[in-house]
């Protein structure tokens, strides 16, 4: 098959039609804006739209159809009349997709090919908030690289991740598929994760473009419920909301996405002031904004469109460029343009920017660069598994750890396995799993199997089961609130084990979009089951399968052994028994506040004094008259089967300036018996500001890892950067006054100094 790029085609066009004014455009300009502007230059008002139209390949996957059919769309797409679609599979379905713009359309400008990879395309890692939990910045971008080589093996060359959405509410099903609840973090990871997916250079074989969303406010979701109404003030927004996507826009990301959400009764959608006044504005960022799915149409919904046309001008007036299958711009764009009620400009402006991305990703040099099976040869899914593994037991987090039980010992001869998660191959691979094979994850029992000798004995009963119908992205879980009739295996054998291994939690497709729900705590059955279990065998193991924090009280109090697993990936089972069998030490730190009760949420670490902070001498004080008003387990928390212990916060000076840093040092020394890693981490806090400051705040973190009796001094440097904040003049800076510095092991045991601050 003969390919025809977008210059050679334009110098044939030039000798043949009326564009032979053109004939002087070169088929290799150097500069990609005087090549966007060439292209710009040839293209008919129907075919600018069409660049902003994204069509869904499956055509029935993540939401409403477009209301073209498929005939319709496959003639779009041979007349030009599309730039983008989404959940193409394969470098067979993209080659066919393409060549249906290559070899028909008049200006022949390529495809681009977008999929949810989130946390891995078939290889599956831990879930986002999971992998956050590891604290370790270079796996995770190593995770993301690794999903890009396998998406391009497919022909996928746009992921709609990192989801950046600072999160406090463990309702929200998508705080899954986020960082948690702190900014300075979230941020961290989405550019890791921004690097990995695009690398140094979008052109790159083995490179994608990477999407920042969602834009702006998603995971502030009222009541924890998705794609409910957000209320933000300008102070959360900006100093808490907007940081990571500030970042991500610094990094280079390619592309963002806007959010389902309104903000203060604006659609993000047909927010102009979160996308062109601060982020193509203030930022001066040029990738291009998508839109989620349908979001545009949505706003009549909303209330705030009659019509798709009146969304189409609102959406685009407030520079959202390209239409996820919202049918919006397709149907109304050109005529809103031709009658004046939309500046061409906009438009315009729009596609140059989605013609950015692609000549970045190199496609108009080849447009079938991502259509190479060759490429799939050259992947180790072997290898990756290994990284998984690795990176699985990173992020796994150690909650309780008494009598000793673990790491499991030589000793121990009879493990009982029990629960409706412990043999379930399914749930560790999570939602939003890509490709990623159901049922193919290694499961907690496997795991252990794979672990021990043939002279400990390893049995399993489920117990009861957790869900009764089918599971599925678009299913609703039905949970068994009824069905006991495991309980008596499950009991027998706990008490003819030595040690319970209980594996419970949530399913798949309890988290993730669309997935809130009103109780955190384990689902049906579960709950009781533990109990009957504890009842003839206190040497139980709890190892929660989870995409959320989960309210987990009663366990807390009653099992001497908590490990939060999360939804791990493909090699979950195995990476569990890494840790319960101490092949590796756990180091993950909670991404997230863990609750006493879902009556807190949301709940965060670095929540505000208020006028009445804690008096426990009397009742009129901000607080609960029924339970503790901070987290069972605090974010930044995590245990290790050594100990740690930290000295004083020692500073280089007790004032500093513009011109003048200072330095923190503390000591932190492993006094157990077992080498270990552990994340030293730094808060501060801006004690009078012109706006009410957090109580604290993550400014910095380091992996320290020491032999037993090993010490090690952790220098931190403060930089004026680390205090400014979006003030009262409504500008990022620093104020003059005094600060609390805080540096330890989780945000709640801390060792604390002070300095002040002058400009």
Known sequence: MKKLTLYSSILLLSCLTAFSQNSKIPSSIENIEVKIDSVLSLMTLEEKVGQLVQYNGSWDLTGPASELGSKQK??????????????????????????????????????????????????????????????????????????????????????FSPMIDVSRDARWGRIMEGSGEDPYLTSLVGVAKIKGYQGDDLAGDLTIAATAKHFAGY????????????????????????????????AGVATFMNSFNEIDGIPSTGNKY???????????????????????????????????????????????????????????????????????????DAVRRVLRVKFKLGLFDDPYKYSNPEVKKKISYEDHRKVARTIAAKSIVLLKNEKELLPIKPKVKSIA?????????????????????????????????????????VKYSLGTTLGTSERGFL?????????????????????????????????????????????????????ELLEEIKKVNSNIVLVLINGRPMEISWASENIPAIVVAWQLGTESGNAIADVLFGKYNPSGKLPVSFPRLV??????????????????????????????????????????????EYGEVQLSGSEMSSEKNIEAQITIKNTGKVKGKEVVQLYLQDIIASRTRPIKELKGFQLVELEPGESKTVTFPITKKMLEFYTANRVWEAEDGDFNIFVGGNSRDLKSSEFTFKN
Request: proline share 3%.
């Open 74 to 159: 496959e003639d779009n797409l041979k007349n030009g009349l599309v730039g983008s679609m989404l959940n193409v599979l394969s470098v067979e379905a993209t080659r066919e997709a393409q060549k249906l713009i290559m070899e028909n359309s008049r200006m022949k400008i390529p495809l681009i090919f977008g999929y949810d990879v989130i946390h891995g395309y078939k290889t599956i890692f831990p879930v986002p908030l999971g992998e956050t939990a590891s604290w370790d910045l270079e796996a995770m971008e190593l995770s993301a690289r690794i999903a890009a080589r396998e998406s391009v093996a497919e022909g996928i060359n746009w992921t």
């Open 219 to 250: 995971g502030f979701a009222e009541a924890g419920r998705d794609y409910n109404t957000v209320h933000l003030g300008e102070n959360e927004l900006h100093n808490t909301v907007l940081p990571p996507f500030k970042a991500a826009a610094e």
């Open 274 to 348: 979160l996308q062109r006044d601060i982020l193509k504005g203030d930022w001066d960022w040029k990738g291009f904004m998508v839109s989620d799915w349908g979001s545009i149409t949505e706003m009549i919904y909303h209330g705030f469109a009659k019509d798709k046309k009146q969304a189409s001008q609102i959406a685009i007036n407030a520079g959202s460029d390209m239409d996820m299958e919202g049918g919006a711009y397709e149907s109304s764009l050109a005529e809103l343009v031709n009658e004046g009620t939309v500046d061409l400009a906009l438009v315009d």
């Open 417 to 457: 396995v029990i629960g409706p998660l412990a043999n379930d191959k399914d749930a560790p691979i999570g939602n939003w799993r890509a490709q990623g094979e159901a049922n193919s994850a290694v499961s907690v029992v496997e795991g252990i199997k794979n672990a021990v000798g043939k002279d400990v004995k």
């Open 475 to 527: 299913l609703p879980l039905e949970i068994n609130k009824t069905d006991r009739s495991g309980f008596k295996d499950a009991i027998e054998l706990a008490k003819n084990s030595e040690l319970v291994v209980m594996v419970l939690g949530e399913d798949a497709f309890q988290a993730g979009e669309g997935r809130s729900q009103a109780k955190i705590s384990l689902a049906g059955l579960q709950q």
């Open 599 to 644: 009556g807190q949420e949301p709940l965060y670490y670095n929540q505000k004094n208020t006028g009445r902070p804690s008096n426990d001498q009397h009742v009129t004080y901000s607080h609960y008259t029924d339970v503790k008003k901070d987290a069972l387990y605090p974010f930044g928390y995590g245990l290790s089967y050594t100990q740690f």
